[in-house]
């Protein structure tokens, strides 16, 4: 079964925030961010500061984690990366609530 959700064109950084729990973990090209503010940060600077836009490629669970792969574009320093990106977002979700956030950029 699959799932279509439609996404605003512009989404704030208090409501991508609002999507975690209070001691969410996020890692994010080798970092890690942990907790409310960390996390706000992150969010503030390198996704709507950037501009970050994701385009969903794939999305399936597995045993109970969810992956999403999408093609990443924005505002960021492209020095290095190929012309289309694709990071893998590993999801675990309780209580409605993104409690870890892994992204991967994985290799062929």
Do not use: C
């Amino acid at each position: 079964m699959s799932t279509t959700v439609q996404l605003p064109g512009v989404i704030d950084t208090q409501a991508i925030v609002a999507t975690f729990a209070d001691d969410a973990l996020v890692n994010d090209n080798h970092r890690e961010f942990s907790g409310t503010d960390q996390i706000r940060a992150w969010v503030a600077a390198e996704l709507v500061g950037d501009h970050v836009t994701i385009a969903p490629v794939q999305a399936f669970d597995h045993h109970g984690m969810t992956i999403v792969r999408g093609r990443y574009d924005g505002d960021y320093d492209k020095a290095g990366l190929p012309d289309e990106l694709i990071l893998t977002n590993y999801f675990t979700v309780e209580h409605d609530r993104i409690v870890s956030l892994f992204v991967i950029r994985n290799r062929d």
